[in-house]
């Protein structure tokens, strides 16, 4: 089944302690990217990847970081996670950096940082 | 710059009224992409719609239709017969091809409540 899978569902954490949401996604997309959703914000891209090794900072990159080390996983690492990092995170892909591509979400991570 | 802009923040139906979500948008692309997206109370995003800028037919599948009029920058989404199962949000997002990474710009969202 062609999904895009984010781990951990939840997570509540506290300030300070880096951790690191995993995403894989098996449709051997080039394309894959973070966002983030927010009451009253919709979403908004943190980060994104075009393909192995290239990233590039989206509209909210600020306390990310990302690497694309293999094709199919696009991790997001939270070094000193602090609270206003308290959100739903979605990941996504797509074949490639199309604008035409409807974008595949994973199921989200809901974050709490105390 | 782009922008999409749901001007419903909330919208509460009884079963089997229609409803219609306004979706309006900016973008000084020429060629561009609009998307409807749903999310149940589960919490995923399920895509409904894409729409190209040169594509102006409205859309229907099922009880959901699609409105697009670039005269008015709308994009706007209708369910008929509205059923409990339609609670969510609905998120309408906007694409350029000319986008930093292909990057969505999605609307606020609009809660939708469909009580029986």
């Known amino acids: 089944e062609a999904q895009v899978t984010q781990n951990p569902r939840y997570l509540i954490t506290v300030t300070g302690k880096k951790l690191t949401v995993t995403c894989s996604q098996n449709?051997?997309?080039?394309?894959m990217s973070w966002y983030r959703q927010d009451p009253g914000l919709g979403l908004r891209q943190i980060y994104y990847?075009?393909?192995?090794?290239?990233?590039d900072k989206g509209d909210v990159p600020e306390g990310y970081k990302v690497s694309r080390k293999e094709k199919r996983n696009f991790p997001l690492i939270l070094e000193s996670p602090s609270p206003n990092q308290t959100s739903l995170y979605f990941c996504?892909?797509?074949?490639?950096?199309?604008?035409?591509?409807?974008?595949?979400f994973g199921d989200g991570t809901r974050l709490s940082i105390l | 710059a782009q922008k999409v802009t749901q001007a419903q923040t909330e919208i509460s139906v009884v079963e089997k009224e229609d409803v219609t979500l306004d979706c309006v948008y900016e973008?000084?692309?020429?060629?561009?992409?609009l998307f409807w997206y749903k999310q149940p109370p589960s919490g995923e995003l399920v895509f409904l719609i894409r729409?190209?800028?040169?594509?102006?037919q409205n859309e229907i599948s099922g009880r959901y239709s699609w409105n697009f009029q670039k005269s008015t920058s709308s994009f706007n989404f209708t369910i008929t017969a509205s059923q409990v199962v339609d609670s969510a949000v609905y998120f309408c997002?906007?694409?350029?091809?000319?986008?930093?990474?292909?990057?969505?710009?999605f609307g606020q969202g609009t809660e939708l409540s469909v009580k029986p």
């Open positions: 449709m051997n997309h080039e394309y």
């Open positions: 997002a906007l694409s350029g091809v000319y986008n930093q990474g292909g990057k969505l710009i």
């Open positions: 729409r190209n800028s040169f594509d102006e």
């Open positions: 990847s075009m393909n192995v090794e290239v990233t």
């Open positions: 996504a892909s797509s074949l490639q950096q199309d604008s035409n591509q409807p974008q595949h």
């Open positions: 973008t000084r692309d020429t060629t561009y992409y």
